[in-house]
């Protein structure tokens, strides 16, 4: 048997308290060759039970994903309320959108939230509760999937509000509430695909410090190192194509409604939706990139000497616990964002802002006949 291997069977045997040698527990018990072999990799005991206190404390799950949930069902009912008060069509496919994205951080909450309490609360252990890792495995894969989903979400949204600005006039311009929620599905596929990828065989999920949640393995075999590569790589195409199509669609608003024809059109539907948009665009940003490169940096880096088989450093361990309660508060704070930046509250902040003509009218070049003609061909589509 290999040195490392063995090491590995020594451990996890004094972790179940058994005085056997090793070999002989790994023939009675295939249990434990497998468990080492998929997501029960070594994890330093003692860095769980003495040191890193503070940000490995019950408290911090319980009262993120506590907090999570409340703002979350408080803005889903702002937003159902919003849609059945709208009759902008662009508006109410927008609002599809956000729905999508509260109801992902919703779920990604209540999922993860669910397993990380009862964890606490219980202490079990996940090498007799889950001994062929099905439960690690579904923590995986949620962490993936409700990660994604927002950061394509908001690439979707912002591609979308990119078009309705810039190309107004344009087919593709007017998404009908029906296809949004097609758009949404199809992020919600691709999310779940993406997870799927370590349980087919690319790269796995593992147990991880301090022993209440499962993730991705941070580990320089090919196989973690491509899919390490491939989620954070995803995450910050997404972050950086939406950083792009809003900042042209903020500079596209900017301009026309400082025309001198147009100074007093302004359009607080636009306004509105632009606003929220950036503001999910900077929430994503900020709580997303720091574990996104940190998970480039640590699977392109050269492996440290001295571990053992299947083990992260210690500072790796600490900066990812830390790096993961930054991305919980991108699902506390989006919500927020739909809640405090609508028009009833921006209109309070700036008095200024009342109801005008929607950006078409902003385009002063047009003629009278060119609108009608696009308006009867927007009602027969």
């Not at 209440?212 to 910050?236: E, M, P, R, V, Y």
């Not at 028009?343 to 200024?352: E, F, G, N």
Request: charged share 15%; net charge positive.
């Amino acid at each position: 048997m290999d040195p490392l291997m063995q090491s590995d069977y020594t451990t996890l045997c004094l972790i179940h308290g058994i005085d056997a040698p090793c070999p002989n527990f790994e023939e009675e018990n295939g249990i434990v060759a497998k468990a080492v072999r998929t997501c029960y990799r070594h994890i330093d005991i003692n860095i769980t039970q003495t040191t890193e206190k503070p940000i490995t404390s019950s408290w911090f799950s319980a009262i993120f994903c506590l907090t999570g949930l409340i703002s979350n069902l408080f803005a889903l009912w702002v937003l159902v309320s919003a849609s059945r008060r709208t009759h902008s069509r662009s508006r109410s496919s927008f609002l599809i959108f956000l729905c999508g994205l509260v109801v992902t951080d919703l779920m990604g909450l209540l999922v993860t939230g669910t397993i990380v309490m009862s964890y606490h609360i219980t202490r079990f252990n996940w090498e007799t509760f889950d001994k062929d890792c099905h439960l690690c495995n579904f923590f995986g894969l949620s962490m993936v999937f409700f990660g994604q989903c927002p950061l394509l979400l908001g690439a979707s949204m912002a591609a979308e509000r990119f078009v309705g600005i810039n190309k107004p006039f344009s087919r593709s311009a007017n998404v009908s509430k029906k296809r949004a929620g097609g758009i949404v599905v199809m992020v919600w596929c691709f999310a779940f695909f993406l997870a799927l990828l370590p349980i087919m065989g690319l790269g796995k999920y593992t147990l991880q410090f301090p022993k209440s949640w499962c993730f991705l393995t941070l580990l320089q075999d090919s196989n973690n190192k491509a899919f390490g590569l491939i989620f954070s790589l995803t995450g910050i195409l997404s972050v950086c194509l939406s950083f792009v199509l809003n900042t042209i669609s903020v500079i596209t608003l900017c301009r026309v409604y400082h025309d001198r024809e147009s100074v007093q059109r302004r359009r607080d539907s636009e306004v509105e939706m632009m606003v929220q948009l950036v503001g999910i665009m900077i929430i994503a940003s900020v709580c997303w990139l720091p574990l996104l490169i940190f998970i480039v940096h640590t699977v392109l880096q050269q492996p440290v000497e001295g571990l053992k088989d299947g083990e992260i450093s210690r500072e790796t361990e600490k900066f990812l616990l830390i790096y993961i309660r930054l991305v919980t508060w991108n699902q506390i704070l989006d919500p927020w964002v739909y809640i405090l930046f609508r028009r009833a509250v921006l209109k309070r902040v700036y008095p200024s802002l009342t109801t005008r003509p929607s950006i078409v009218s902003l385009y002063p070049t047009l003629t009278a006949s060119f609108r009608r003609k696009f308006t009867q061909e927007s009602v027969i589509s």
